[in-house]
């Protein structure tokens, strides 16, 4: 967390109007993104992980409303113009969603797209350049220089979302969000897709921030991870280290509830993620917590630091002298039913 | 011949396929149906041979396009098949018609992935999982539903069911709706269940209670059962025995334990490989097949896994379009004048799409054969360890043309290995 940081979030706050009252999905997220550097965001569906990324690129729904600040260079997007903030989105701050065929025009060929993404940024490229650049980021993607007149239809999933990141790519932004960007893809093309994120690392100078469910993915090609619970950034620190050590039962039950190839029993995290309306009071997974102490139903936990670079919010790493004397008993946890799940 | 691991003596075979065939035609354009032009057709299972033993759990494990859907869905009587048979207890569900099969459903349940599309957002949840009693009319007055329905929402753990019983699909969650779907499906007593990705659209966090509540209700009703993913992970977790399915086709079958220990096909052993870990101390693996999963309505010759396959050899079955990949894998590494340099050499690249053993490139105006036939010797000499070179017999050049020959390619049948079943020539004594 240095000042070599290229988007710097404090406090960010979103959150949407609903006929039950304001739903906030994000509730108070500190982050930075570093150049060159992938941060995977993970947590349940609902804990406000999609809201977060495209906060992050000032990007906010109808009838939803933001607060903190999100400093690009120094610039707080949120006090931009809706104009000011368009001219950075795609040279500074791309964005990859899910689905890559609702993202092409089904009627523009390939080269149409990268033709009409850098005239409008760049209004005095030559056909030549436009050329040139976008062929040479296809390539990076893998995808053959003879199919850059084809049409979208004509491409199969993998080369689609292949596509969508040269596209997110070839004005070399500052920062990409990827959201979910191999979650309708196959087993095989995925783990070509996040070879493919991994050495982004190495030949770009993009910082990526990437958003999945998938633990195994943070794990293989994030440098850090940011663990998402009801709104809140339970944790960040180093993926491996996270993964290897986690700090807050939310991330070692998670892990646990992971059913990958080396699973020998099933665990899983009883209750579902809270409704945002009416959060829990005090820290937000204390009903679902093994490890709840008295102080996690009664104050908000603080954010220390275990080890340098590694955040944890959590009251079993203290500070000590708050959890305050008896704060430490177990909590007597009221009883979740079987079905009460996501 | 495809062969298959014979029953263990004792345990009765529920189901039954063999050489099981489900095409699909393709409609083609409006022109071409008036002219009666063949659009060709898609063999979404393309001969497929299995049995599933009492109380068995069977994966069919695949990517997209491989045709486990389809193979799960005639296993229940939804799609006809163009050939082969489908035997549930001695009984082909092929020639049956709608009316016979339907005393049959009470014995065969399924369970489909998307729990939401499967309930009617209009019935409250008594009503859906009492639905198939009336249907079949298999309880006498009210009182009797009542008591079934909520001994099968004690029995998927929808506790207290008073608070789930009048609830409707849109106001449960993900993880109580395909609980809800296990109930209607367990209610008539089957015998077997076809879950098709029963919880690939759960959150992670439940996606381990559910698997947990399938276990439960296999041990508690003695099911058999059918289990449809992509998801290895939970194939693995979940079956007593694994078919891996690459377009169509079963690749491997086997026991759950041998497969993952030691799995037999490349394509098995690039599927393990890919699987997402959570594991820190793993590093990536490199060696992933090259593309996708090709398209269906025409199928790589010999072995379809082939032009991805790190191990292919000669007789897998080489042809043009393999050295067209080849060629635009090269220009993806090229600079832009060398690319271009080299694609001006062919007259047409789409010529290089054709079957057969023998390909015949033409060079474009003012070029020459030889000069195609130097590129490819350039490309060899560049990388001679591509599988692809395994499969050329010579390249030369007459009548004006760079003219490529091929090893024959065979297709490869499901063969026995050590516990089970293998189609891969890399274990067929024939080659070795």
Not at chain 1, 224 to 242: K, L, N, W
Not at chain 2, 349 to 364: F, H, N, Q, T, Y
Not at chain 2, 378 to 395: A, H, I, K, N, S
Not at chain 2, 412 to 420: C, K, Q, T
Request: charged share 25%; glycine share 10%; proline share 7%.
């Amino acid at each position: 967390m240095t000042d070599e940081a290229v988007l710097r979030v404090r406090d960010l706050r979103v959150w949407y109007g609903t006929e039950r009252g304001p739903v906030r999905a994000v509730d108070g997220v500190d982050l930075a993104l570093v150049p060159g550097e992938t941060l995977g965001v993970v947590g349940e569906s609902g804990c406000g992980k999609s809201t977060l990324g495209r906060g992050l690129l000032g990007l906010l729904p109808e009838g939803a409303k933001a607060g903190g600040e999100v400093r690009f260079r120094g610039t707080d997007l949120f006090e931009l113009s809706g104009r000011a903030l368009r001219e950075l989105r795609g040279p500074e701050l791309g964005m990859i969603f899910q689905d890559p065929l609702t993202r092409l025009n089904p009627l523009w060929r390939v080269s149409e797209h990268f033709e009409e993404l850098l005239r409008t940024h760049c209004p005095d490229i030559s056909a030549e350049q436009i050329r040139h650049r976008s062929l040479a980021t296809l390539r990076r993607m893998g995808i053959p220089p003879t199919r850059y007149r084809n049409y979208p239809h004509e491409f199969s999933g993998g080369m689609r979302q292949r596509i969508m990141i040269a596209l997110g790519l070839v004005l070399n932004p500052a920062v990409l969000v990827a959201d979910e960007p191999t979650t309708s893809l196959d087993v095989l093309v995925e783990a070509q897709i996040i070879r493919l994120l991994a050495d982004l690392r190495r030949n770009f100078d993009t910082a990526l921030l990437l958003i999945t469910h998938n633990l195994g993915i943070v794990a293989e090609a994030c440098d850090r991870v940011a663990v998402m619970y009801a709104g809140h950034v339970v944790e960040t620190g180093d993926a491996r280290e996270v993964f290897a050590a986690p700090a807050h039962p939310y991330t070692r039950e998670l892990l646990r509830s992971t059913i990958s190839l080396s699973t020998t029993g099933l665990h899983y995290i009883p209750g579902a993620p809270p409704d945002l309306v009416d959060p829990p009071p005090a820290c937000r997974f204390h009903p679902r917590c093994p490890d709840a102490m008295q102080v996690c139903a009664t104050r908000d936990p603080v954010t220390v630091s275990p080890r340098p670079g590694h955040r944890v919010a959590c009251w079993l790493h203290g500070p000590a002298e708050q959890v305050g004397a008896g704060g430490d008993a177990p909590l007597v946890r009221e009883e979740i039913d079987v079905a009460d799940e996501a | 011949m495809p062969t298959r691991p014979e029953p263990a003596a004792g345990a009765a075979t529920v189901l039954d396929v063999a050489d099981l065939r489900v095409h699909f035609e393709l409609r083609g354009s409006f022109l071409g149906r008036l002219l009666g032009r063949d659009a060709g057709s898609v063999q979404a299972v393309d001969g497929v041979t299995l049995s599933l033993r009492h109380g068995e759990v069977l994966g069919l494990v695949g990517e997209s396009g491989s045709g486990k859907t389809t193979l799960g869905r005639a296993l229940l009587g939804l799609v006809r098949p163009t050939a082969g048979s489908v035997c549930y207890r001695g009984t082909d569900l092929a020639g049956l018609r709608q009316a016979q099969l339907r005393p049959l459903r009470q014995r065969i349940q399924m369970v489909f992935q998307d729990p939401g599309a499967a309930l009617n957002p209009a019935m409250d949840i008594e009503t859906a999982v009492g639905h198939p009693l009336r249907i079949h009319g298999l309880v006498r007055d009210r009182d009797e539903l009542r008591d079934r329905v909520h001994d099968a929402l004690r029995r998927v753990g929808l506790v207290p069911v008073e608070r789930f019983a009048s609830k409707y699909p849109a106001e449960l969650s993900g993880g109580q709706q395909q609980r809800a779907v296990l109930a209607r499906a367990i209610i008539l007593g089957p015998e077997l269940l076809v879950a098709d990705e029963p919880v690939s659209m759960l959150d992670m966090s439940v996606r381990a209670k559910i698997l947990e509540l399938m276990l439960d209700l296999r041990r508690d009703l003695d099911l058999s059962c059918v289990y449809i993913t992509h998801d290895l992970a939970t194939a693995k977790f979940f079956c007593d025995r694994v078919a891996i399915m690459y377009l169509g086709r079963i690749v491997e079958i086997g026991p759950t334990e041998r497969i993952f220990a030691d799995p037999a096909h490349p394509y098995t052993r690039a599927l393990l490989a890919a699987v997402p870990e959570p594991d820190p101390t793993r590093t990536l693996t490199r060696q992933l097949p090259r593309g996708e999963v090709p398209d269906g309505v025409d199928p790589p010759g010999g072995c379809s896994f082939h032009p991805r396959c790190p191990h292919a050899f000669a007789p897998c079955g080489w042809e043009g379009r393999d050295v067209r990949a080849l060629l635009e894998q090269r220009w993806t590494a090229l600079d832009e004048a060398d690319y271009a340099a080299e694609q001006a050499l062919f007259a047409d690249l789409a010529e290089l799409d054709v079957r057969g053993s023998r390909l015949r490139i033409r060079p474009a105006a003012s070029r020459s054969a030889e000069s195609i036939r130097a590129l490819l010797e350039q490309v060899r000499v560049g990388d001679p360890d591509e599988p692809l070179w395994r499969g050329v017999r010579q390249v030369s050049v007459a009548d004006g043309a760079c003219v490529v020959d091929f090893v024959e390619g065979v297709d490869p049948n499901l063969g026995p290995v050590d516990e089970g079943a293998v189609a891969c020539h890399l274990y067929d004594p024939a080659y070795r």
